[in-house]
């Protein structure tokens, strides 16, 4: 069943070719049973209009490790075929259109790839993006193939109660032998990697909706049946998604039913299948006591996601896999803007441009930490990539996040109208059909009456984007000038190579006074009538100056507001500029932005001053100016909890060569003590303001409450003292009415040490032994726990993969103990003795044989190993040709062999 294919074979995006044969509908039924399933595939094929040449001739289906039963082509058994591990080729085809009978089995207990049809916890649940379809039964398995689809399903009623598929459910019955069906069809054209089934004992939250036209609308999420009070705030988030997409884009619910699923054993997040979102459990179940306010952002962010896909994926979806970021980066970009309107909703405007800066610098902050480090290793890929060996190492931060940029700045260039304008006319072009990035963005130059040629490099470059400013004033002549050049850092050889020239670059930008006010801005030959106090330059050229008139004093630039384009910005800022704009910028993003900038260059400094092994020491205006912050009751509490939050190891090293995580731990560590110790006061007397009365509730207020009272508990825990520290958390833990606080209290008591958590941890197994998602936290947080100088996590993590509650085979705890270890405890995992490093290769052999999805993104924890000192490198090296010289899967190989590349 797994691809044990010697060589690696690229995919390249220039041989796209028509498909050569069309299926104008199918008909599907299936026999479900654990051991072997029998799928009964109808399908009316024809030649496509014009198709000619030796690729018209036979016709060539998809199929992975599927056994044929039977095949008939226009009710008369057809002898004229071959079947291989690829699929089906079925020769002297009688005409141009006629009707295709397979019969094919497949088995799904033994599927432990998570990919086709598969059985967890005794139900059958599918998945086929991006090439699981095949794996279900024959096809033309590519997504510029669409058709219709009805669906017949039979088990045993006892075992398989439920039976859903997607679409609208025309019919079920009785059947002989207990068994019993459910038909269903599917009135809309879709993709393969579109369809769903899902069979077994589970049990629905329901609600009626009215939609706009007035048409009424059963929502349903279905769930194992002691998870039901669990699904109140996913139906909630769906409730919201659907109106949000009716009011801001005119996008409504186009199925009579729109069902939600969920499942404990899944590679990712979620899936939208039409009409029929298949999600992991993570993103459905929540309640106060087993999720946080951050599963609860998830839970909302991720059923909006998929629900927007429906028109952003579904309705129009991709011509083929390089085109990924037509559907994800544009549904990213609208689940973000979902989530930020949502939690602005209700506010007074400056409250709610808070939350939505908050909301934005999360984003940016995923953004910068792990997409930019991918796009400066070996997997960097442009937005729309060029080639690959397999397309699920595709589905990328590139691919996801920074295609996401790439569609908010069309936003930020023509504004939310401008926007819109040019979503409609995608879907007035498009519905129904399979397109390419190149298509949205025509869309959007047509509705904008912009020529956007220059813009299409967004989508065929890699590297990160660096612009670089330099400012003069002339205080005779009342000017400023901007200077932005642009250019790409040190990139890889085939990153390079897709650098053809200057992007279009939207680049926002303010002037600040010496009173920390806004100056008004006019460009020399502007045409504005008013003088707003941020304007969108647009940076075509390699470089350019924009010079500023009547400008009445020297100002202090702010760059790049709302972090208004994916790229880094060189300016030399000074500390005190930088403490400055952390005090006073009215662009919520910049201002925390500053503060990260300071942060970032003194712990790099720490960091140089830690590998030569000097002592460490600290600037007091450092730790004054997070005072100052932290103190401001005119700012967020969510804001201020992201303004405290240091950049993390992981970003820290990505800016340095020969990077040493050790000492990147050390300087980060050494600035946090020193806050924590120099912020005392201000840090207890935060923790008490932000205490939340009254019940639970995720809302954005309550939540911004709660992470900065959080924060600071978390700083508190490193004082040189921690006793007052100790006490406190141990109280909130055990008063703690919801999982946010207590778990950053346990938290807490590990930071301070593990002695002090026993108690604490051994009580959080009891309460949540028999609740998955929960106990999945109590492993993660073992997992990235700091650890006492000298000791070492590793030991704990393996004892704990022994622990009777830990699978490899639940991709869910998987994550939550090697993944958190290998990718989110730098410190311990970079041990110098290369523990780590064999403890990642022994995880990734064993997961590849049985998941090759989840093994290829552990695979890729060690991509960066060109980064770091000379010791770990070879370290990292030896564990690499270890994994490249035991893989089976086309998946993992493909990430090793570019990593050693
Ligand atoms: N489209 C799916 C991801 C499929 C991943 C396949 N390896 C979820 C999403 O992006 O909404
Ligand atoms: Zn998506």
Redesign the pocket.
């Known amino acids: 069943m797994l691809d044990i294919s010697a060589a690696s074979v690229a995919v390249r995006r220039l041989d796209y070719a028509p498909p050569a044969f069309l299926i104008d509908e199918v008909q599907l039924e299936f026999d479900l049973a654990p051991t072997k399933t029998t799928v009964t595939n109808t399908m009316r094929i024809r030649r496509a209009p014009g198709a000619a040449g030796a690729a018209a001739r036979d016709l060539v289906l998809h199929g992975d490790d599927l056994d044929l039963v039977s095949i008939a082509i226009d009710g008369r058994p057809w002898t004229a075929y071959t079947a291989n591990d690829d699929g089906l080729t079925v020769s002297a085809l009688p005409s141009d259109a006629f009707t295709l009978k397979l019969v094919n089995t497949n088995r799904p207990a033994a599927n432990t790839s998570l ?1 086709g049809l598969y059985v967890s916890n005794r139900n059958f649940f599918t ?1 086929c ?2 090439e ?1 379809f095949r794996r279900i039964t024959y096809f033309l398995d590519r997504p510029d193939v669409m058709t219709t689809y009805t669906v017949t399903l039979r088990a045993a009623r006892d075992d398989y109660p439920v039976l859903l598929a997607n679409g609208n459910l025309v019919e079920t019955g009785e059947l002989p032998d207990g068994r019993h069906f459910a038909k269903w069809h599917d009135p809309f054209v879709k993709p393969s ?1 579109l369809f769903a089934l899902v069979a077994g004992k589970l049990a629905a939250r329901e609600k009626r909706i009215r939609i706009r036209s007035g048409e009424e609308k059963l929502l349903q999420v279905w769930v194992e049946p002691h998870d039901l009070p669990k699904t109140e705030y996913a139906m909630d988030s769906l409730v919201h998604s659907i109106e949000w997409d009716e009011e801001r884009f005119g996008l409504p619910l186009d199925l009579e039913r729109f069902m939600i699923v969920a499942v404990s054993d899944f ?6 299948n039409k009409g029929l979102n298949i999600f992991n459990t993570k993103y459905v179940l929540a309640d106060a006591q087993t999720a946080t306010d951050f599963d609860f952002a998830g839970i909302e962010a ?1 059923v909006g ?2 629900y927007f ?1 429906n028109w952003t ?1 579904n309705r129009v979806t991709c011509r083929d896999w390089f085109q990924l970021s037509l ?2 980066g544009l ?2 970009f609208r689940d973000q803007e979902f989530s930020a309107d949502m939690a602005a909703k209700g506010l007074s405007p400056e409250a709610a441009a808070a939350a939505r800066a908050a909301r934005r610098i999360d984003d940016v902050r995923g953004l910068r930490q792990n997409q930019f480090a991918e796009d400066a290793g070996p997997m960097a890929h442009p937005v729309r990539p060029d080639s690959y060996v397999e ?2 190492n595709f ?1 990328t931060m590139t691919v ?1 996040e920074k295609g996401a940029e790439v569609v908010r700045m069309y936003q930020t260039l023509f504004g939310r109208d401008g926007f819109r304008k040019g979503m409609d006319l995608y879907f007035k072009r498009h519905d129904g059909h399979a397109v390419t990035c190149d298509d949205f963005r025509a869309a959007m130059a047509d509705a904008n009456g912009r020529d956007l040629a220059q813009f299409e490099r967004w989508y065929s470059q890699a590297g990160t984007p660096r612009v670089a400013v330099t400012t003069r004033y002339d205080a005779a002549a009342r000017t400023y000038d901007v200077t932005l050049s642009q250019g790409y850092g040190p990139s890889s050889a085939a990153a390079k190579a897709t650098q053809t020239g200057p992007l279009l670059i939207p680049f926002a930008i303010g002037l600040v006074g010496a009173d920390g006010r806004d100056l008004p801005l006019k460009l020399e030959g502007g045409t504005r009538a008013d003088a707003p106090t941020t304007l969108v330059l647009e940076l075509t050229e390699t470089e350019q100056t924009f010079r500023f008139v009547d400008v009445a004093e020297a100002p202090l630039p702010s760059l790049l507001r709302d972090f208004s384009a994916p790229v880094i910005v060189h300016y030399d800022y000074t500390d005190a500029e930088l403490t400055f704009l952390f005090a006073h910028d009215r662009d919520a993003f910049n201002r925390w932005e500053a503060g990260q900038r300071l942060a970032t260059r003194a712990l790099l400094g720490l960091t140089a001053a830690a590998s030569r092994g000097e002592a460490l020491t600290i600037d007091p205006a450092i730790v004054a100016a997070f005072g100052r912050v932290l103190r401001d009751e005119s700012l967020a509490p969510a804001f201020r909890e992201l303004a405290l939050t240091l950049p993390s190891e992981r970003y820290l090293s990505e800016q340095i060569d020969d990077a040493d995580p050790a000492a990147v731990h050390a300087a980060r560590q050494f600035l946090r003590r020193a806050l924590a110790n120099g912020l005392r006061d201000d840090l207890f007397a935060a923790y008490d303001q932000n205490r939340v009365e009254g019940p639970y509730a995720p809302s954005a207020i309550d939540s911004g409450h709660r992470g900065l009272k959080n924060v600071a508990l978390n700083y508190l825990a490193d004082l040189d003292d921690p006793s007052d520290t100790a006490a406190l958390a141990r109280a909130q833990y055990d008063t703690a009415d919801n999982m946010t606080d207590r778990s950053a209290a346990l938290a807490a008591l590990l930071q301070i040490g593990k002695p002090h958590a026993t108690a604490a941890l051994d009580d959080f197994y009891r309460r949540f032994e028999h609740d998955a998602l929960a106990l999945d936290k109590w492993f993660a947080m073992q997992a990235v726990r700091r650890g006492a100088p000298g000791e070492r996590v590793l030991d704990d993590v393996r004892a704990l993969m022994a622990h009777p509650a830990f699978s490899l085979k639940n991709p869910n705890r998987a994550r939550s103990l090697i993944f958190q270890f290998c990718m989110g405890n730098a410190a311990q995992f970079h041990a110098a003795d290369g523990s780590g490093y064999a403890f990642w290769a022994d995880q990734v052999l064993a997961l590849d044989a049985m998941n090759p ?1 989840v093994a290829s993104r552990l695979a890729r924890a060690l991509e960066r190993w060109r980064k770091f000192t000379p010791g770990l490198r070879d370290a990292m090296r030896a564990a690499l040709e270890r994994v490249a010289a035991g893989v089976q899967s086309k998946d993992v190989r493909e990430v090793v062999e570019k990593a050693l590349a």
């Open positions: 990919s998945q993006e991006a699981g990697y590679n990712m997040g979620a899936m939208e991720v996601h998929e896909h994926g559907k994800e549904t990213v397309i699920n589905y996801y999805q």
